[in-house]
Protein backbone atom coordinates (compact mmCIF):
# COMPACT_ATOMS: atom_id res chain seq x y z
CA UNK A 1 0.00 0.00 0.00
CA UNK A 2 1.12 3.70 -0.89
CA UNK A 3 2.06 5.50 2.30
CA UNK A 4 2.30 9.17 0.48
CA UNK A 5 -0.65 9.26 -2.56
CA UNK A 6 -0.16 12.60 -4.62
CA UNK A 7 -2.93 11.90 -7.43
CA UNK A 8 -2.31 15.07 -9.14
CA UNK A 9 0.72 14.61 -11.57
CA UNK A 10 0.64 17.86 -13.53
CA UNK A 11 -1.20 20.87 -12.30
CA UNK A 12 -1.33 24.11 -14.07
CA UNK A 13 -2.20 27.26 -12.29
CA UNK A 14 -2.04 31.28 -13.51
CA UNK A 15 0.34 33.58 -11.86
CA UNK A 16 -0.69 35.50 -8.66
CA UNK A 17 -3.46 32.73 -8.17
CA UNK A 18 -3.47 30.39 -5.30
CA UNK A 19 -3.18 27.10 -5.94
CA UNK A 20 -3.42 23.56 -3.57
CA UNK A 21 -1.60 20.42 -3.70
CA UNK A 22 -2.88 17.19 -2.80
CA UNK A 23 -1.19 14.61 -0.34
CA UNK A 24 -3.30 12.16 1.39
CA UNK A 25 -0.93 9.61 3.89
CA UNK A 26 -1.32 6.31 5.38
CA UNK A 27 -0.02 5.35 8.56
CA UNK A 28 -1.33 3.58 11.88
CA UNK A 29 0.94 5.74 14.46
CA UNK A 30 -0.11 8.53 16.61
CA UNK A 31 3.49 10.21 15.76
CA UNK A 32 4.28 11.07 12.39
CA UNK A 33 5.98 14.13 10.97
CA UNK A 34 4.94 15.79 7.26
CA UNK A 35 7.02 17.22 4.67
CA UNK A 36 6.69 19.09 1.47
CA UNK A 37 9.99 19.47 -0.34
CA UNK A 38 10.03 21.40 -4.37
CA UNK A 39 12.43 20.31 -6.88
CA UNK A 40 13.32 23.00 -9.33
CA UNK A 41 14.16 21.62 -12.87
CA UNK A 42 17.72 21.76 -11.62
CA UNK A 43 17.59 19.07 -9.76
CA UNK A 44 18.19 20.22 -6.10
CA UNK A 45 15.46 19.41 -3.35
CA UNK A 46 14.44 22.28 -1.04
CA UNK A 47 12.48 22.09 2.43
CA UNK A 48 9.38 24.08 2.35
CA UNK A 49 7.03 23.14 5.22
CA UNK A 50 6.76 20.50 7.53
CA UNK A 51 3.59 19.72 9.82
CA UNK A 52 3.61 17.63 13.27
CA UNK A 53 0.89 14.95 13.47
CA UNK A 54 -0.09 16.74 17.26
CA UNK A 55 0.36 20.31 15.99
CA UNK A 56 -2.87 21.78 16.62
CA UNK A 57 -2.68 24.60 13.76
CA UNK A 58 -1.53 24.26 10.34
CA UNK A 59 1.87 25.02 9.46
CA UNK A 60 2.43 28.43 7.66
CA UNK A 61 5.62 29.54 6.01
CA UNK A 62 5.39 32.58 3.67
CA UNK A 63 3.52 31.45 0.98
CA UNK A 64 2.92 28.18 1.46
CA UNK A 65 0.53 26.77 3.96
CA UNK A 66 -0.66 23.06 5.12
CA UNK A 67 -4.45 22.53 5.02
CA UNK A 68 -4.06 19.42 7.48
CA UNK A 69 -6.79 17.49 8.14
CA UNK A 70 -5.90 14.46 10.60
CA UNK A 71 -9.15 12.64 10.27
CA UNK A 72 -8.68 12.21 6.47
CA UNK A 73 -5.03 11.84 6.71
CA UNK A 74 -4.54 14.36 3.84
CA UNK A 75 -1.54 17.27 4.44
CA UNK A 76 -2.34 19.45 1.35
CA UNK A 77 0.35 22.03 0.36
CA UNK A 78 -1.33 25.90 -0.49
CA UNK A 79 1.28 28.09 -2.11
CA UNK A 80 -1.03 31.49 -2.24
CA UNK A 81 0.02 34.33 -4.73
CA UNK A 82 1.89 31.76 -6.84
CA UNK A 83 4.93 33.39 -8.85
CA UNK A 84 6.75 31.99 -11.98
CA UNK A 85 9.02 30.62 -9.91
CA UNK A 86 7.23 28.40 -8.27
CA UNK A 87 7.39 26.39 -11.44
CA UNK A 88 8.61 23.00 -9.73
CA UNK A 89 7.78 19.00 -8.88
CA UNK A 90 6.66 18.96 -5.69
CA UNK A 91 6.98 16.17 -3.00
CA UNK A 92 5.36 15.23 -0.32
CA UNK A 93 6.93 13.30 2.51
CA UNK A 94 6.46 11.63 6.16
CA UNK A 95 8.59 10.48 8.71
CA UNK A 96 7.10 7.65 11.13
CA UNK A 97 8.67 5.72 13.81
CA UNK A 98 10.80 3.03 13.14
CA UNK A 99 12.08 1.06 15.94
CA UNK A 100 14.01 3.18 18.36
CA UNK A 101 15.21 5.79 15.58
CA UNK A 102 12.52 8.14 13.77
CA UNK A 103 14.59 7.61 10.59
CA UNK A 104 13.91 8.31 7.38
CA UNK A 105 11.36 10.01 4.50
CA UNK A 106 9.33 8.20 2.77
CA UNK A 107 8.24 9.99 -0.45
CA UNK A 108 5.37 10.56 -2.95
CA UNK A 109 5.32 10.42 -6.42
CA UNK A 110 5.44 14.43 -6.85
CA UNK A 111 3.32 17.02 -8.74
CA UNK A 112 4.59 19.11 -11.32
CA UNK A 113 3.75 22.37 -11.06
CA UNK A 114 3.38 24.81 -14.15
CA UNK A 115 2.75 28.72 -13.43
CA UNK A 116 1.04 30.05 -16.53
CA UNK A 117 2.13 33.75 -17.05
CA UNK B 1 22.78 30.18 5.66
CA UNK B 2 24.41 27.07 6.01
CA UNK B 3 23.98 24.21 3.82
CA UNK B 4 24.17 20.64 2.23
CA UNK B 5 27.11 20.54 -0.36
CA UNK B 6 27.97 17.18 -2.91
CA UNK B 7 30.71 16.81 -5.05
CA UNK B 8 30.70 16.16 -7.90
CA UNK B 9 27.12 17.19 -9.33
CA UNK B 10 27.50 14.92 -11.99
CA UNK B 11 29.31 11.48 -12.49
CA UNK B 12 29.75 9.25 -15.56
CA UNK B 13 31.52 5.90 -15.07
CA UNK B 14 31.55 2.89 -16.95
CA UNK B 15 29.68 -0.26 -15.32
CA UNK B 16 31.73 -2.63 -12.83
CA UNK B 17 33.69 0.29 -11.89
CA UNK B 18 33.72 2.09 -8.12
CA UNK B 19 32.54 5.23 -7.87
CA UNK B 20 32.79 7.56 -4.37
CA UNK B 21 30.06 10.27 -3.89
CA UNK B 22 30.76 12.91 -1.18
CA UNK B 23 28.96 14.84 0.58
CA UNK B 24 29.64 17.80 3.42
CA UNK B 25 26.42 17.82 5.66
CA UNK B 26 25.53 21.41 7.93
CA UNK B 27 28.63 21.70 10.70
CA UNK B 28 25.90 20.89 13.85
CA UNK B 29 23.47 18.45 12.13
CA UNK B 30 24.36 14.81 13.85
CA UNK B 31 22.46 12.47 11.57
CA UNK B 32 23.06 12.01 7.88
CA UNK B 33 21.01 10.88 5.08
CA UNK B 34 21.88 9.24 1.57
CA UNK B 35 18.84 9.01 -0.79
CA UNK B 36 18.44 8.53 -4.30
CA UNK B 37 16.05 8.92 -7.22
CA UNK B 38 15.58 7.18 -10.87
CA UNK B 39 14.79 9.66 -13.61
CA UNK B 40 11.22 10.80 -13.50
CA UNK B 41 10.64 8.69 -10.46
CA UNK B 42 10.15 9.30 -6.71
CA UNK B 43 12.77 9.46 -3.87
CA UNK B 44 13.66 6.45 -2.48
CA UNK B 45 15.87 5.93 1.48
CA UNK B 46 19.09 4.40 1.04
CA UNK B 47 20.63 4.72 4.14
CA UNK B 48 20.98 7.03 7.50
CA UNK B 49 24.18 7.40 9.62
CA UNK B 50 24.68 8.46 13.19
CA UNK B 51 27.46 8.25 15.77
CA UNK B 52 29.71 6.72 12.99
CA UNK B 53 27.08 3.78 12.22
CA UNK B 54 24.37 3.08 10.05
CA UNK B 55 21.31 3.35 12.13
CA UNK B 56 18.98 2.38 9.61
CA UNK B 57 19.12 1.09 5.84
CA UNK B 58 16.68 -0.06 3.08
CA UNK B 59 16.34 -3.20 1.00
CA UNK B 60 18.15 -1.37 -1.52
CA UNK B 61 20.92 -0.66 0.01
CA UNK B 62 22.75 -3.94 -0.57
CA UNK B 63 26.44 -4.98 0.04
CA UNK B 64 27.37 -3.17 -3.33
CA UNK B 65 26.92 0.46 -1.06
CA UNK B 66 28.49 1.56 1.74
CA UNK B 67 28.93 4.63 3.59
CA UNK B 68 31.76 6.11 5.62
CA UNK B 69 32.56 9.56 7.70
CA UNK B 70 36.36 9.91 6.60
CA UNK B 71 36.60 13.06 8.40
CA UNK B 72 34.96 15.68 10.59
CA UNK B 73 33.20 17.24 7.36
CA UNK B 74 32.74 14.15 4.89
CA UNK B 75 30.03 11.51 4.44
CA UNK B 76 30.64 9.02 1.96
CA UNK B 77 28.41 6.75 -0.42
CA UNK B 78 30.63 4.40 -2.31
CA UNK B 79 29.35 1.68 -4.91
CA UNK B 80 31.33 -1.29 -4.99
CA UNK B 81 30.72 -2.38 -8.82
CA UNK B 82 28.59 -0.20 -10.34
CA UNK B 83 25.45 -1.60 -12.83
CA UNK B 84 23.24 -0.37 -15.41
CA UNK B 85 20.39 0.65 -12.47
CA UNK B 86 22.34 2.57 -10.23
CA UNK B 87 22.03 5.51 -12.83
CA UNK B 88 20.37 8.01 -10.59
CA UNK B 89 20.13 11.49 -8.89
CA UNK B 90 21.83 11.04 -5.14
CA UNK B 91 20.83 13.55 -2.30
CA UNK B 92 23.17 13.24 0.43
CA UNK B 93 20.82 14.99 3.18
CA UNK B 94 21.29 15.90 7.50
CA UNK B 95 19.38 17.07 10.53
CA UNK B 96 19.97 17.79 13.91
CA UNK B 97 17.72 15.77 15.59
CA UNK B 98 16.94 12.77 13.86
CA UNK B 99 15.34 10.97 16.81
CA UNK B 100 12.24 13.38 16.59
CA UNK B 101 9.54 12.48 13.98
CA UNK B 102 9.19 16.20 13.08
CA UNK B 103 12.91 16.69 12.81
CA UNK B 104 14.04 18.72 9.31
CA UNK B 105 16.34 16.73 6.38
CA UNK B 106 18.09 19.36 4.64
CA UNK B 107 19.05 17.88 1.06
CA UNK B 108 22.09 18.42 -0.71
CA UNK B 109 21.99 19.24 -4.27
CA UNK B 110 21.91 15.96 -5.97
CA UNK B 111 25.20 14.30 -7.83
CA UNK B 112 23.81 12.66 -10.88
CA UNK B 113 25.33 9.38 -11.55
CA UNK B 114 25.25 8.02 -14.95
CA UNK B 115 26.36 4.26 -15.63
CA UNK B 116 27.47 3.40 -19.24
Known amino acids: AQKITQTQPGMFVQEKEAVTLDCTYD???????LFWYKQPSSGEMIFLIY??????QNATEGRYSLNFQKARKSANLVISASQLGDSAMYFC??????????????FGKGTKLSVKP | EPEVTQTPSHQVTQMGQEVILRCVPI?????FYWYRQILGQKVEFLVS????????KSEIFDDQFSVERPDGSNFTLKIRSTKLEDSAMYFC??????????????FGPGTRLTVL
Open chain 2, 93 to 106: ASSTRGQAVTDTQY
Open chain 2, 49 to 56: FYNNEISE
Open chain 1, 93 to 106: AMREPYGGSQGNLI
Open chain 1, 27 to 33: TSDPSYG
Open chain 2, 27 to 31: SNHLY
Open chain 1, 51 to 56: QGSYDQ
